[in-house]
């Protein structure tokens, strides 16, 4: 007997797929349509080009710096956050969600203000013969900032919720900080430490706004490969841009697969331990 609740499921899940389907799967088919749009050779050879390559590697370097700054952080966060009482606490969660409210194009005119040529620091810098913005570094302080919230907004209310009786015990046991880090709070800690970090190297690889204001978009030198897109799109290469586009389509496909995969390869762990995801 079909009831109306059933009807109301059936057309739930119906209409979430036909949104899924408008704002996220037609969209990645059509990046892939249109970058393999000449045949697979063209979208090779677009990879072959000096300007493509040095916008990979840029991206890839300003990430490998971006996230182990912003794990360390992230960690060091949820630590104080969960485990201490202390004037300002919320202050520090506020500060910590700042980027999330924050438009990245906004971000990236601070940074500016602060270390270009008439910013806060721009002569002191300049007197050193020290490039920050229009240079690689503006580029990893602008990323830092963008990314910064996402593993600590993972870890905060998974360690909350955890507590800390385990790390007290461990203590008492004689083991030191170092070693109670490792052997109980690392572990704890661990699969919502690889989601945050999956998320920030996703976000850090594909951050535009921030990143194009401070890069001056300087090919082979400051053109990461959100910057290297764009401006293909504006010189009409629709091959090229979208091909390089398809690369980072890839990485948000496989960055869901992986978490998806560790979710189910240790689905057991997780529903025992009581993961945040």
């Known amino acids: 007997m079909i009831t109306r609740a059933s009807i109301v499921r ?61 794990m360390v952080f992230g960690v060091a966060a949820a630590w104080l956050m969960a485990r201490f009482e202390f004037r300002g606490k919320a202050l520090l969660g506020a500060f910590i969600d700042l980027p999330f409210s924050v438009s990245p194009v906004i971000s990236g005119m601070a940074f500016v203000l602060l270390f270009g040529a008439q910013g806060w620091f721009g002569p002191w810098l300049i007197e050193r013969n020290l490039a920050v913005i229009f240079a690689v570094p503006g580029l990893v302080l602008v990323t830092v900032f963008i990314t910064l919230p996402f593993i600590a907004r993972e870890l905060i209310p998974l360690m909350q919720a955890q507590g800390s009786e385990e790390e007290e015990a461990a203590r ?87 978490k998806a995969l560790m979710e189910w390869r240790y689905r057991h762990e997780l529903a025992s331990g009581g993961i945040h995801r």
């Open 10 to 70: 059936v057309l739930m899940i119906l209409v979430t797929l036909a949104v899924l389907t408008v704002f996220l799967l037609l969209p990645l088919a059509v990046v892939f349509s249109e970058a393999l749009d000449q045949g697979l050779r063209a979208f090779i050879q677009v990879f072959h080009q000096a300007e493509a390559r040095s916008a990979i590697w840029l991206t890839l370097l300003v990430a490998a710096i971006a996230v182990p700054v912003n």
């Open 172 to 258: 008492v046991l004689g083991a030191g900080s170092w070693q109670m880090f490792f052997r109980v709070t690392l572990p704890n800690i661990r699969w919502a430490l690889l989601y945050g970090v999956l998320l920030c190297n996703a976000r850090a690889m594909g951050e535009f706004g921030a990143v194009s204001v401070v890069s001056g978009h300087i090919r082979n030198l400051t053109t990461t490969v959100p910057l290297e897109v764009e401006m293909r799109y504006n010189e009409y290469d629709y091959v090229g841009a979208f091909a390089i586009a398809s690369l980072l389509a890839l990485l948000a496909v496989l960055t869901l697969a992986f």
